[in-house]
């Protein structure tokens, strides 16, 4: 799809391409990588078209922090949305919805045409990943779901433009593992179009979990303010950051700047699983990306990502996977 960009000095620019709808209905999978460089910004950008569904990710940097962008006469295409690193603000002057994009956090939502504005900070790495679905399509996918997709499909068949939540939701280490695998995809032919095929519903009903749960939650949540949410999501990054050497938990509360009982409760609450169960996660998921690359040694991994021993790091990974790292990149 293509973004009608315009500067301060309503200069028209053009990212992307024109929609292919021969491509986008096919049963054959249409792949084109192109680079961007204009004054306001750099972008690579990567999209993929088959069955009724178009796969769109990239890199971005902007050297000015506000954009006019437009969008019409698009297709009707129901968005799961994934921003990977970076963040910033779309407004949308058409619907008077502000749509706030923060990094590792996904949403799912409609909306046919685009008039507004975008922010973004100058030259700080943006990545996005997203998947479209054909808007009748994803209805028929959902129709035998939760009230909380019935109602946003609902929503959509009446084309309102919406998101299927107010909040977006931190991205599971379960959906980075499936765009992970999306992204490094090499099958060719009908078995790449079967992958990505089950790759993209793998994560529609990761993405319908999680805003099915979130929805159906009942208990009294343990962050009673926007700052303690937003130390929850600071501790989380210090702690990839450091997954190597990983700091206790005294350590990390006192980084983050909350209690050690506030960040347990919340990592728990706001992650669902422990801060070393996700820790533990992130590692094995680092690895078996890592693994894809056979002139990597096991041993220079396992050293990598903080294990104590090749045999540890051995027995974890076949804990998690069933299978042993040897056999994983054959």
């Known amino acids: 799809m293509a973004l009608n960009i315009y500067d301060d000095d309503n200069i028209h620019y053009i990212v992307g391409n024109k929609f292919d709808d021969i491509a986008f209905n096919q049963a054959l999978v249409t792949e084109k990588r192109e680079k961007y460089s204009f004054p306001f910004g750099d972008a690579e950008i990567v999209q993929v078209s088959f069955a009724g569904i178009y796969i769109v990710y990239g890199d971005m940097v902007v050297k000015k922090n506000r954009l006019r ?151 009294k949540t343990g962050l009673k303010s926007a700052y303690d949410k937003e130390r929850i999501y600071y501790a989380r990054e210090y702690l990839l950051a450091n997954a190597c050497t990983p700091p206790s938990l005294t350590e990390l509360a006192k980084a983050a700047g909350i209690n050690e009982f506030k960040l347990k409760q919340g990592f728990k609450e706001t992650f669902g699983n422990t801060v070393f169960g996700y820790l533990s996660d992130y590692r094995l998921m680092k690895a078996k990306e890592l693994l894809a690359d056979k002139q990597v040694d096991i041993k220079n991994i396992s050293n990598d990502l903080g294990y104590s021993s090749v045999q540890h790091f051995n027995k974890a990974f076949s804990k998690k996977f069933g299978i042993s790292p040897g056999k994983a990149r054959l």
């Open 69 to 219: 962008i437009k969008s019409f006469d698009e297709p009707e295409l129901v968005e799961l949305h994934f921003s990977l690193t970076g963040g910033g603000i779309m407004e949308n002057y058409l619907t008077n919805k502000r749509l706030d994009i923060k990094a590792n956090q996904h949403n799912i939502i409609y909306s046919p045409d685009f008039d507004g504005m975008a922010e973004f900070p100058t030259y700080g790495p943006f990545k996005f990943f997203e998947v479209h679905f054909q808007r009748e399509q994803f209805v028929n996918l959902t129709s035998e779901s939760g009230t909380l997709l019935k109602s946003f499909a609902e929503n959509i068949m009446n084309n309102h433009s919406v998101e299927i939540s107010a909040e977006n939701l931190p991205i599971s280490l379960a959906m980075h593992s499936c765009i992970n695998d999306i992204m490094a995809c090499e099958f060719t032919g009908g078995l790449k179009l079967l992958f990505l095929q089950s790759k993209c519903l793998e994560l529609l009903a990761l993405q319908a979990q999680a805003f099915e749960l979130a929805a159906k939650k009942v208990e």
